[in-house]
């Protein structure tokens, strides 16, 4: 079955720090992925996304994810987290079917 | 100038009531979609519709139904509301050939 996992439920950094989150996924075929934040109360933004080609993709607010095939994973990072990048991301991918599936998200709490 | 908007934004309602939740993009997009996200944060499909055809997820209680007036609109209905019904659901819409969703800002519905 196609899933889409994010093994860390939480992750806390300082303000400052770098950030790395994990996403692997379980595919037939490497689908569409994507990285989506959702702050306190608001809806879902895109923050970037891979469809082909470099495998280093470059988002908004300063992330980037790097999609490796051998790992089957698209992890999300940022070299400088700063107290607004507080909130939930989630992982997706669209595969067969055209449906976008969602990892179970990982909450990102930033210390000052 | 909202892309997808929702209404409302909160939905307070009791037990065995029937309400509706509704859906507007101004994208021109083909495609709209329900999701259901829970107090986990988990975030599932329930409905992908666009003006060929409605996929429905199988593990949606048939209590709920979409309802498309038009191509800009998709409305979700929800009858004999229950407590676990309990949840913020997402409108999205894309446009045909792209895999790139664009969310509205959800509607938190309680049910007491």
């Known amino acids: 079955a196609q899933s889409v996992t994010q093994p860390d439920i939480h992750i806390t950094v300082s303000e400052g720090a770098s950030l790395e989150l994990r996403c692997n996924y379980s595919y037939g075929a490497t689908p569409y992925l994507f990285w989506y934040v959702q702050s306190p109360g608001q809806g879902l933004q895109l923050l970037l996304k891979y469809f082909s080609g470099d495998t280093l993709v470059q988002g908004i607010k300063g992330f980037e994810a790097e999609f490796k095939r051998s790992q089957s994973s698209f992890n999300l990072r940022k070299p400088s987290v700063h107290w607004s990048d507080a909130a939930e991301y989630f992982c997706?991918?669209?595969?067969?079917?055209?449906?976008?599936?969602f990892g179970g998200g990982t909450r990102l709490m930033v210390k000052p | 100038d909202t892309a997808v908007s929702q209404t409302p934004k909160y939905l307070v309602t009791q037990m065995g009531n029937d309400k509706s939740i509704k859906c507007e993009q101004n994208?021109?997009?083909?495609?709209m979609y329900w999701y259901k996200q829970d107090s986990k944060k988990f975030l599932k499909i329930m409905f992908s519709?666009?003006?060929?055809?409605?996929?429905i997820n199988e593990t949606v209680p048939n209590r709920f139904s979409p309802k498309s007036p038009d191509k800009a609109h998709l409305n979700l209905h929800i009858n004999s509301l229950e407590l676990g019904d309990s949840a913020v659901y997402f409108c999205?819409?894309?446009?045909?050939?792209?895999?790139?969703?664009?969310f509205g800002q959800g509607t938190r519905l309680t049910v007491v």
């Open positions: 994208l021109g997009h083909d495609t």
């Open positions: 519709y666009n003006n060929k055809e409605l996929i």
């Open positions: 999205a819409s894309e446009s045909q050939g792209s895999t790139e969703a664009f």
């Open positions: 997706a991918a669209v595969g067969a079917g055209n449906m976008l599936t």
